[in-house]
Nanobody, 116 residues
């Protein structure tokens, strides 16, 4: 019943842009902080960006700061990741995560490939 469904991944050239979406259902979305993570093959899953439940505060990994923007629309139960000035090292599966106190939910991910 709980679902987090990412979409928007695909192939993009270096310097290009992409917007990821994660639609939530089965829980009270507005109570949960949301985070985007990414994982490249053979690498650890790393935090990309996080946003508080109200959208009042955001944090970013240094590697994406100034290029990526996280946002949310609680009326649509959706969190977004706008990715600009993409680099090959941004290539990864991107996952969204919902967290409230000790409860955590993960999506299944969407693949982003940055290549010329």
């Amino acid at each position: 019943q709980v679902q987090l469904v990412e979409s928007g991944g695909g192939l993009v050239q270096p310097g290009g842009s992409l917007r990821l979406s994660c639609v939530a259902s089965g829980f009270t979305f507005s109570s949960y902080a949301m985070t985007w993570y990414r994982q490249a093959p053979g690498k650890e899953r790393d935090l990309v960006a996080t946003i508080t439940n109200t959208g009042g505060s955001t944090n970013y990994a240094d590697s994406v700061k100034g290029r990526f923007t996280i946002s949310r629309d609680n009326a649509k139960n959706t969190v977004y990741l706008q990715m600009n000035s993409l680099k090959p090292e941004d290539t990864a599966v991107y996952y969204c995560r919902a967290e409230y106190i000790r409860q955590v939910y993960w999506g299944k991910g969407t693949l982003v490939t940055v290549s010329s």
